[in-house]
């Protein structure tokens, strides 16, 4: 009898423990959940509309279909392009796939940056896609002596960290060949990269 009766207490006493257990499981899911959210890896193409530039997909799930953004089943996405908009010159981005950056400007080829151009101080993430980087272009046109014709601009671009970093990017926009039209879409232009040094020497020398 005494057998018996230690054995409905232990019976009791687990029920009662998976009780609570339940509980408290319960009572942290919602909590949970949220943070597992946050934590979902988002692919978000860079080539998207410029109405779906600016929008939190964790927060507005209901555009991700219509901008095509799709969620990722895991975390170690090294390659996913990652993409900041600059404000100058418009709709020109920095592109980031896992240690490479290029540059992408309207209408032209992508412009790899290589590592003595690398930019210091520049964010790739999610919370930094919806911020526009404020750099400032300086643009020069001019002729050298010979009559050729010189079409330079000069990109400071501002790290996100303190204190800031002014990184410089310098290019050459290429003359464009044929017409308006003879020119197809895979004529398109590719900017010319070019040393900083370079450009503030021609500038100094022939722009007035």
């Known amino acids: 009898m005494k057998v018996c009766i230690y054995i409905a207490v232990v019976a009791l006493f687990l029920v009662a423990c998976g009780s ?19 934590d979902e890896t988002l692919y978000i193409p860079v080539d998207m509309p410029e109405i779906c530039q600016n929008i939190d997909f964790y927060a507005n799930k209901n555009m991700r279909k219509e901008c095509g953004v799709k969620s990722m089943r895991y975390q170690a996405y090294y390659n996913m392009p990652m993409q900041r908009y600059l404000i100058n010159p418009k709709q020109s981005s920095l592109v980031k796939t896992g240690d490479k950056i290029e540059i992408r400007f309207p209408n032209t080829f992508p412009v790899a940056l290589d590592v003595t151009t690398r930019l210091q101080g520049v964010q790739f993430s999610e919370d930094k896609r919806l911020v526009k980087i ?5 643009y020069k046109e001019f002729y050298d002596e010979k009559k050729e014709r010189f079409k330079l601009f000069k990109l400071k671009i501002p790290s996100d960290t303190q204190p800031v970093i002014e990184n410089e990017l310098c290019f050459k926009v290429p ?29 100094r020398k022939y722009a007035k």
């Open 20 to 38: 609570s257990s339940n509980k408290v499981s319960a009572n942290h899911h919602p909590s949970g959940k949220k943070e597992r959210e946050r």
């Open 134 to 138: 404020e750099n400032t272009m300086d």
């Open 175 to 203: 003359e464009l060949k044929g017409s308006d039209r003879t020119r197809s879409p895979a004529m398109t232009v590719k900017m010319e990269f070019m040393t900083c040094d370079s450009l503030d020497v021609l500038v």
